[in-house]
């Protein structure tokens, strides 16, 4: 089973840019498809975006759409997710997961391979 590592959270102001990290070890990174989510304070945890195992799909939340960019490279066991203009409700800790299903990957109830998360916060 794949294990994982986000990295890159930090303290920024609003229309700020950053890049996130999810970085793989364990079985091949290339059989899982990769989502990220969030967690606000008091908050579910709430799907961003995905990306299929080849790279070559993503779909992103609606509220970040245009402004986030997932992307991964296959050689280097890492996701990115890159974040710009960034507001203030995008303030949370943020996750990355793993599934070998692209299509699961939009409902964190049913996943079960997660990172530990990276607190992002975004200052007005």
């Known amino acids: 089973q794949v294990q994982l590592v986000e990295s890159g959270g930090r303290l920024v102001q609003a229309g700020d840019s950053l890049r996130l990290s999810c970085a793989a070890s364990?079985?091949?990174?290339?059989?899982?498809?990769v989502g990220w989510f969030r967690q606000a304070p008091g908050k579910e945890r709430d799907f961003v975006g995905r990306i299929s195992r080849t790279g070559g799909l993503t779909s992103y939340a609606d509220s970040v759409k245009g402004r986030f960019t997932i992307s991964r490279d296959n050689a280097k066991n890492t996701v990115y997710l890159q974040m710009n203009s960034l507001k203030p409700e995008d303030t949370a800790v943020y996750y990355c997961?793993?599934?070998?299903?692209?299509?699961?990957?939009?409902?964190?109830?049913?996943?079960?391979?997660w990172g530990q998360g990276t607190l992002v916060t975004v200052s007005s």
């Open positions: 364990g079985r091949t990174f290339s059989s899982y498809a």
């Open positions: 997961a793993a599934d070998p299903s692209y299509s699961t990957l939009v409902d964190y109830r049913y996943l079960e391979v």
